[in-house]
């Protein structure tokens, strides 16, 4: 006898039929998936003992943002329906719930930095917190971890909460706190790692060493490099430890060890030599960036790749290289064979506006082959604004309204200060007066400094560090030393150049 089928369940069936889960091309069956669901539904006979492994199976493929963007929700429904007692389906195991947690970080991610209480991810926790599976079982608290990792406050409290950590754990934390731009904060996750006696991998070790980079704590990230040579000098061969390495100390101001460490790597592939690049261009040297291009293929036989044609644009853009860019922008597909995407378009018209060329800027975008985003227009307002291009500042602002229907409050500030500095001050006006309209928010940009093993961060007129009154004195003196001594000064400062 044919068992009873829910309608909630048969009409899920029939959903995924109507959403062809794999492509017709596939090397299988693309309804393999569903029939497996079919028969562990009981309108396929099959053995009962690969019911579970099927729908785990199932779970894992619909879990994945990149097959379709309505799956995850299938994914929920699916354990909605092994969790239900009115349904013939097995119930989940603790290897269901990491997929559907996976599942539940793509639904939650549109809401992510609202309340998280609301989502299908918290209900999954609470349900998992019931049923004893957290903290209890290894996949499912890492997979907790990763759906809080928008969240670093939430992420912290299901990791004060582990009785045993493992390194997974900890670099989950660190990662999440320095996506959240609080560097410093996965710093001291990563100290505490070793005040609980957990020896750092090389993925923990990347992820910190690249917080080290974002909150310019080099003493740490330096400590962290003396580690890896005393402890386990064979990671400094690994690609993406060395990689953070050189990306740490070449952000830090030293190219010299950035070079050292790179130099010390006895296997390099275009990800390392990418970062070198990379590092090249911090420092503005567009030379060595190029070079790099045709070492690698010469001293390794790495081919480049976009980000190192990417890289090498960037130091012609930061050095003033422009026809050494443009030369590299032409040349790019036929010597390389990397077709320029948006973004070596963006680091092109980034670096004309850069020198005042703006009418050529825009003449480059005129001719790109896939449409300007926001990135590319905001390099023509910034050289708007550099060099009083009133009239084209406007053409842009208008441009990027086009994109997202509102540019953020930057754009708008932008256009008012170019307005005031060519004394348009009833159009500055009025610019300020639409950003209160709108309610539009820019989030401020900051620097940060380390100083004593400690990271200070500082924006724009900073009215609330709670050392402000000390900084504006030494600040006073500075500036009156440079006023008495100005060339003295001057040579001074290009000697420290």
């Known amino acids: 006898m044919r068992p009873y089928i829910p309608k909630a369940t048969f009409a899920f069936c029939q959903s995924l039929?109507?959403?062809?889960?794999?492509?017709?091309?596939?090397?299988?069956?693309?309804?393999?998936?569903?029939?497996?669901?079919?028969?562990?539904?009981?309108?396929?006979?099959?053995?009962?003992?690969?019911?579970?492994?099927?729908?785990?199976?199932?779970?894992?493929?619909?879990?994945?943002?990149?097959?379709?963007?309505?799956?995850?929700?299938?994914?929920?429904?699916?354990?909605?329906?092994?969790?239900?007692p009115a349904t013939p389906l097995p119930a989940p195991d603790h290897l269901s719930f990491p997929f559907a947690l996976s599942a539940a970080a793509v639904v939650d991610a549109p809401n992510s930095s609202s309340d998280a209480g609301a989502g299908p991810g918290a209900q999954l926790h609470a349900l998992l917190?019931?049923?004893?599976?957290?903290?209890a079982d290894h996949y499912v608290t890492t997979a907790l971890l990763q759906l809080y990792a928008p969240r670093p406050d939430l992420a912290r409290r299901v990791f004060d909460e582990l009785p045993q950590r493992e390194a997974i754990h900890y670099e989950l934390v660190i990662g999440a706190y320095a996506r959240a731009a609080m560097p410093a904060e996965g710093l001291a996750v990563f100290r505490a790692m070793f005040?609980?006696?957990?020896?750092?991998?090389?993925?923990?070790?990347?992820?910190?060493?690249?917080?080290?980079?974002?909150?310019?704590?080099?003493?740490?990230?330096?400590?962290?490099?003396?580690?890896?040579?005393?402890a386990a000098p064979e990671l400094l061969g690994d690609a993406f430890v060395g990689s953070a390495l050189v990306s740490m100390y070449a952000k830090c101001g030293c190219l010299d060890e950035a070079v050292r460490v790179f130099d010390g790597m006895p296997e390099r592939n275009e990800y390392v030599w990418g970062t070198m690049v990379g590092a090249f261009a911090v420092h503005g040297l567009a030379a060595e960036a190029v070079a790099c291009l045709e070492r690698m293929v010469r001293e390794d036989g790495v081919r480049p790749d976009g980000v190192a044609v990417l890289g090498a644009l960037s130091a012609c853009a930061h050095a003033g290289k422009v026809e050494d860019g443009l030369r590299l922008l032409r040349e790019m597909r036929g010597r390389y064979g990397v077709a320029p995407g948006h973004e070596h378009y963006s680091c092109t018209v980034d670096m004309l506006c850069r020198v005042g060329r703006l009418e050529d800027a825009v003449g480059l975008i005129k001719t790109m082959p896939m449409p300007?985003?926001?990135?590319?227009?905001?390099?023509?307002?910034?050289?708007?604004?550099?060099?009083?291009?009133?009239?084209?500042?406007?053409?842009?602002?208008?441009?990027?309204?086009?994109?997202?229907?509102?540019?953020?409050?930057?754009?708008?500030?932008?256009?008012?200060?170019?307005?005031?500095?060519?004394?348009?001050?009833?159009?500055?006006?009025?610019?300020?007066?639409?950003?209160?309209?709108?309610?539009?928010?820019?989030?401020?940009?900051?620097?940060?400094?380390?100083?004593?093993?400690?990271?200070?961060?500082?924006?724009?007129?900073?009215?609330?560090?709670?050392?402000?009154?000390?900084?504006?004195?030494v600040l006073r003196l500075l500036a009156g030393q440079m006023a008495q001594n100005p060339d003295e000064e001057e040579e001074t400062l290009f000697a420290l150049l």
């Not at 929920?76 to 969790?83: A, E, F, Q, T």
């Not at 602002?397 to 004394?423: C, F, H, M, P, R």
């Open 372 to 473: 300007p985003l926001a990135s590319v227009w905001g390099s023509v307002l910034a050289g708007c604004r550099s060099y009083g291009n009133v009239e084209l500042a406007e053409v842009t602002v208008w441009e990027l309204e086009k994109l997202g229907g509102t540019a953020d409050e930057g754009v708008y500030v932008q256009l008012s200060n170019i307005y005031l500095d060519a004394n348009r001050k009833d159009d500055a006006r009025r610019v300020r007066k639409l950003i209160g309209s709108r309610g539009i928010k820019k989030v401020p940009a900051y620097s940060a400094v380390e100083v004593d093993g400690g990271v200070s961060s500082f924006v724009a007129n900073d009215q609330a560090h709670p050392r402000r009154f000390e900084i504006w004195e």
């Open 17 to 84: 039929l109507a959403s062809r889960l794999l492509p017709s091309a596939a090397p299988y069956s693309p309804l393999l998936p569903v029939q497996a669901l079919l028969t562990t539904a009981g309108l396929l006979p099959r053995h009962p003992d690969l019911s579970l492994l099927a729908l785990n199976s199932l779970l894992r493929t619909l879990s994945r943002r990149a097959t379709s963007p309505s799956h995850p929700r299938l994914a929920l429904s699916l354990l909605r329906d092994m969790i239900s």
């Open 195 to 230: 005040e609980d006696g957990v020896a750092p991998d090389a993925v923990v070790l990347t992820t910190a060493v690249a917080a080290c980079a974002q909150a310019g704590a080099l003493d740490c990230g330096a400590w962290v490099h003396r580690y890896v040579e005393r």
């Open 129 to 135: 917190v019931r049923n004893a599976l957290f903290p």
